[in-house]
């Protein structure tokens, strides 16, 4: 007796009609307009993620710049408010270069991708030499698309934008603060605690609290390795894989 809600011939699981060809597109191979198409396509995407996180990079120090410049105006406007508004600037820059280094690390996951395209795709073909300077090139690439990781650790973004940008800043704060105590006339000649001082804190808080973010950059900046530059290599030791670099958190 036959149930004619079920369809005409049916077939077990893993049984084929004879002469049918399942699709299996993985197995097929791509032709070589194909594959240029898929690669080029590839490159914009990743190209316009880097220059996106390259732009929010730009407006952290824009934040960083127009914070310190209105920082100065007040301090200099205002001198009894002086040593704790530059006090507090710099703390606000460090959180501005906190904020940066993690963006450049997001930037240099797409701009990693960009350059090793760039190294062993195109610069073949504009070279008219058709041999990529990275023999495994695109193993490294797909395995990062699977498997999206960081290329620099914190420490080493850290470096790379306090030299790129806040370097300056951060002297140019110090510089103000040593010239509110130093140079200003109305402090001349005074104790300790009216030149360091901030209200009824001991004169040596103030300087405390501008040593220590000060003695974090300099230990950041002298004892974190070199950034390898990127158009030198990006990627990790292939002996050596992801060791000091976490994974990917977003």
Known sequence: MTNDSHPENPRSPGEETVGEQLPDFESQPLSRDEYIMALAHLYRGELHRSLIWRLRLDTTTNWAILSTVAILTFSFNNPQYS????????????????????????????????????????????????????????????????????????????????????????????????????????????????????????????????????????????LTPKVTPPEICYWPDPDHPGEDVPSLDV
Do not use: C
């Open 83 to 222: 040593s704790e508004t530059l006090i507090a600037g710099m703390y606000a820059n460090m959180v501005f270069l906190l904020i940066e280094a993690r963006r450049f690390r997001f930037f240099d996951v797409w701009r990693a991708r960009v350059r090793m395209i760039e190294e062993n795709f195109y610069g073949p073909i504009l070279r008219r030499e058709l041999r990529s300077a990275e023999k495994y090139w695109g193993s490294q690439v797909a395995d990062d698309l699977l498997r999206p990781r960081f290329h620099v650790t914190k420490a080493q973004a850290i470096k790379a934008r306090l030299s790129r940008n806040f370097v300056y800043i951060f002297v140019f704060l110090l510089l103000a603060w040593v010239g509110r105590v130093l140079a200003i006339p109305e402090v001349q000649g005074q104790d300790l605690q009216s030149m360091f001082g901030i209200g009824a804190l001991p004169h040596w808080v103030p300087v405390a609290l501008v040593a220590v973010p000060y003695t974090l950059l300099v230990a950041v900046y002298v």
